[in-house]
């Protein structure tokens, strides 16, 4: 595998449901990013990581949790979500937190809350 | 805060045109500027960016110059091709954040 890889790519979840996203970075990087994409709506950043420590969260609601277990992973996980949470879901990596540093996303999870 | 607006689409050319996307931003200092591109199904990649005033990124035949004194970095490429369908965001970074804009889809049609 190479680059960042994201499971599972499609989730459809009811809102009392408790479910997690994964992402993997084989890229060597030390920063990682959760991002909410929806329609005709700028990316939403909603969280970082930098060497496994988070170092933003944009009031993100509760019901949204990360995990960070080293610096190749990154979780989502989610419980009691909302209609309005269903959204593309992508993370996000890089090498540093530089101006200049490149982010480099996954495919994405799409993500439905019934 | 700072911001990104870039113009809405979609835009629908012809193979072969040329294709202007245009981006404005708004912030203090100097940050970078990037224009990433999103294929069907896929997530977002680089496809361009420039780090300072006057440089001129480019990739794949598309071109974009930094431009401070009209806080621009509008996105242009001279033959588009049906595999140029796509959504183009622009994006600044700056004190370790990243700002997008609303995404530019653009269609290219045989």
């Known amino acids: 595998e190479t680059g960042v890889t994201q499971t599972p790519r499609h989730l459809v979840m009811g809102m009392t449901n408790k479910k997690s996203l994964k992402c993997e970075q084989h890229l060597g990087h030390n920063a990682m990013y959760w991002y909410k994409q929806s329609a005709k709506k700028p990316l939403e950043l909603m969280f970082v990581?930098?060497?496994?420590?988070?170092?933003e969260n944009n009031s993100v609601p509760s019901r949204f949790s990360p995990e960070c277990p080293n610096s190749s992973h990154l979780f989502l996980h989610l419980h009691t979500l909302q209609p309005e949470d269903s959204a593309l879901y992508l993370c996000?990596?890089?090498?540093?937190?530089?101006?200049?540093?490149?982010?480099?996303f996954g495919p994405g999870t799409r993500l439905t809350v019934l | 805060g700072d911001s990104v607006t870039q113009m809405e689409g979609p835009v629908t050319l012809s193979e072969e045109a040329f294709l202007t996307i245009n981006c404005t931003y708004t912030?203090?200092?100097?940050?970078?500027l990037f224009w990433y591109v999103q294929y069907p199904g896929e997530g977002l990649q680089l496809l361009l960016k420039?780090?300072?005033?006057?440089d001129k990124g480019s990739n794949k035949g598309f071109e974009a110059t930094y431009r401070k004194e009209t806080t621009s970095f509008h996105l242009e490429k001279g033959s588009v091709q049906v595999s140029d369908s796509a959504v183009y965001f622009c994006a600044l970074s700056r004190y370790q954040k990243v700002t997008f804009g609303t995404g530019t889809k653009l269609q290219v049609i045989p």
């Open positions: 420039a780090t300072k005033a006057d």
């Open positions: 996000a990596s890089s090498q540093g937190q530089e101006s200049t540093d490149t982010q480099y």
């Open positions: 912030a203090t200092g100097y940050p970078s």
């Open positions: 990581y930098s060497l496994e420590e988070r170092v």
